[in-house]
């Protein structure tokens, strides 16, 4: 099982790829789930645009788009992440730019493992996830 990581129309992000392969799987164990294959496409906010359109009928710019193809505990999945909308969010919250990008790249494994973000309360709980998940980070570093 794998996870790969690929660049569309983009410059492909300086992540240490090693590091944060490891750090998913660690944090997808810590949800009782097993890595199976995962896709991160980098790309632009047009191409993210025209995947929203495309697939989900959405009218608008979003940070990641996350495609679920998980089996038990098995997650898989194709995780489309605008490295442009990456940006603007990491400016608008006044975040590290490579923080915000690592807080995206979780955020699509947390969709996998069940935590969802629409519901009533759901932000705090996928929040608090993500916080965990980038501390895991941080110790790996």
């Known amino acids: 099982m794998a996870i790969t990581y690929h660049a569309e129309g983009v410059k492909m992000p ?23 294959e995962i896709a991160y496409i ?37 995780l489309f992440i605008s490295l442009d909308t990456v940006k603007t969010n990491a400016d608008q919250f006044m975040q590290n730019y490579n923080d915000e990008l690592h807080r995206t790249i979780i955020h699509g494994i947390l969709h996998l493992c069940g935590i969802n973000d ?12 993500e916080n965990k998940a980038l501390e895991m980070l941080k110790a790996k570093e």
């Not at 629409?118 to 996830?129: D, H, L, S, V």
């Open 14 to 36: 300086e992540i240490k790829k090693r590091i944060t392969t490891e750090w998913v799987k660690e944090v997808a164990n810590s949800y009782g789930k097993r890595v199976g």
């Open 42 to 78: 980098f790309c632009s906010d047009d191409k993210i645009l025209e995947v929203n359109r495309q697939y989900l009928e959405h009218d608008y710019f979003t940070d990641i788009i996350t495609f679920d193809y998980t089996e038990g505990n098995r997650i898989s999945g194709d």
């Open 118 to 129: 629409k519901g009533p309360g759901e932000r705090e709980i996928m929040e608090a996830a």
